[in-house]
């Protein structure tokens, strides 16, 4: 777990937004959900200085999305503004559950497809966002569908100390 005296005594770089792509929007989730609470939790009167502008906030998803053309191209479209935020992207590269349509037939996504949509939403984000850093999950076969107990799978309090 986070040291929680240390973070309540240091300033934050800039206000925070997560970005969780499609593949890792379960995951995307549950972190904000630790840090809303983590974050409102926190014990510190120098929360109301102005260093700390959006540090508690209600959500920190950021309303992102990369539609798919009919050719199977895509883009990627922030629709807030990331102009100033340290941005975190969650991507599973290796989720194959996703599907598209490319002149109607039905395509699973591949782990290129989800890396070429990271790069996508980096893109987007370039030259606006204060810092952007990525964290690039492969949870294909730590998953119980696969036959494989999901032993090293981390807590969202241990990804978040880890990762971001």
Same mark, same amino acid.
């Given at each position: 777990? %986070? +040291?929680?005296? =240390?973070?309540?005594?240091?300033? %934050?770089?800039? %206000?925070?937004?997560?970005?969780?792509?499609?593949?890792?929007?379960?995951?995307g989730s549950r972190v904000n959900d630790y840090l809303v609470s983590f974050r409102k939790d926190m014990k510190s009167p120098k929360h109301q200085d102005p260093a700390f502008q959006g540090y508690i906030e209600d959500s920190y998803l950021l309303d992102a999305v990369c539609p798919r053309f009919g050719s199977g191209e895509a883009?990627?479209? *922030?629709? =807030?503004?990331?102009?100033?935020k340290d941005l975190f992207i969650i991507v599973d590269v290796c989720n194959h559950s996703l599907t598209y349509s490319i002149n109607g037939?039905? +395509?699973?996504?591949?782990?290129?497809? +989800?890396?070429?949509?990271?790069?996508?939403? *980096? $893109?987007?984000? $370039?030259?606006?966002?204060?810092?952007? +850093?990525?964290? *690039?999950?492969?949870?294909?076969?730590?998953?119980?569908?696969?036959?494989?107990? %999901?032993v090293g799978i981390l807590s969202v309090g241990d990804f978040i100390t880890l990762y971001c």
């Open positions: 777990m %986070p +040291n929680v005296r =240390e973070l309540e005594n240091a300033l %934050p770089v800039a %206000p925070l937004k997560v970005l969780a792509m499609e593949s890792a929007a379960s995951l883009k990627g479209s *922030i629709h =807030e503004s990331v102009h100033g037939y039905t +395509n699973h996504k591949s782990p290129d497809d +989800n890396y070429q949509d990271l790069k996508r939403m *980096i $893109a987007a984000a $370039a030259g606006k966002a204060k810092r952007v +850093n990525c964290s *690039i999950c492969c949870w294909f076969g730590l998953l119980p569908e696969f036959g494989t107990a %999901p």
